[in-house]
Nanobody, 124 residues
Framework: QVQLVESGGGLVQAGGSLRLSCAAS????????MGWFRQAPGKEREFVAS????????IYADSVKGRSTISRDNAKNTVYLQMNKMKPEDTAVYYC?????????????????WGQGTQVTVSS
């Protein structure tokens, strides 16, 4: 029903910045909440950030709060995750996620669709 494609991952030095992008197609984008999750080797997939359909409400995990900003451009069917002051523990595969409605999602059970993921590696 929807296709989500992440981009913007790669290698970055500790303290550096990256901006991840997620382009959506296949169904109406602006009526759904969007989010970002990540999964490091040997760990469970964890919540990173979420944004409501209108962009008026954002939620962040404590691990990235103050360093990250989630935003969306509904005209471009794209959601972004700006990450600053990155740490080695930010290393993971980052997944774009679309919720099942307009309410922000913070758990995998609330996700309707997943992207394929983009690798982020932070060196120390």
């Amino acid at each position: 029903q929807v296709q989500l494609v992440e981009s913007g991952g790669g290698l970055v030095q500790a303290g550096g910045s990256l901006r991840l992008s997620c382009a959506a197609s296949g169904r109406t984008f602006s009526t759904y909440a969007m989010g970002w999750f990540r999964q490091a080797p040997g760990k469970e997939r964890e919540f990173v950030a979420s944004i409501s359909w209108s962009g008026s409400t954002t939620i962040y995990a404590d691990s990235v709060k103050g360093r990250s900003t989630i935003s969306r451009d509904n005209a471009k069917n794209t959601v972004y995750l700006q990450m600053n002051k990155m740490k080695p523990e930010d290393t993971a595969v980052y997944y774009c996620a679309q919720g099942k409605g307009t309410v922000v999602v913070t758990t995998s059970s609330g996700v309707g669709s997943w992207g394929q993921g983009t690798q982020v590696t932070v060196s120390s």
